[in-house]
């Protein structure tokens, strides 16, 4: 069984996936065409803010999640660069100038994070289930 904690920090982890797709998706398919302006207030802020939000609640449960059970592959740091990263992606993915290569070497790296996570909270879900 999860932990309250461990729980909640699944939820924030599968919005942050499916805030990161969405910024993707939107960078990819809006902000890159041609004559696009971002649209601050309607677009913009909103999307941010959700993702500040979710991430300032995800990062100290990543952290004391990463702590306890010590993953090989995932260090603290990782979700410190996440957070950060996670940033980059709620304002950036909104303007034309924002690198294409850049970009989306963060949309991935968020990603790659974000899914390590969750396969580590359901391998403790499944050890503890048993």
Known sequence: MLSKEELDLKTYNEELL??????ESYYINQVRKEGYEPDFFGVVKPFADRVKETSENWKPLAEAFVLKTKPKHLYPIQITHTFDNLEVVAIKSFYPKT???KQ???FKSVAFVLNQLNQLLDEEQDTTHH
């Open 18 to 23: 499916r805030l990161n797709e969405e910024a």
């Open 99 to 101: 690198g294409l290569k």
């Open 104 to 106: 989306i070497e963060t």
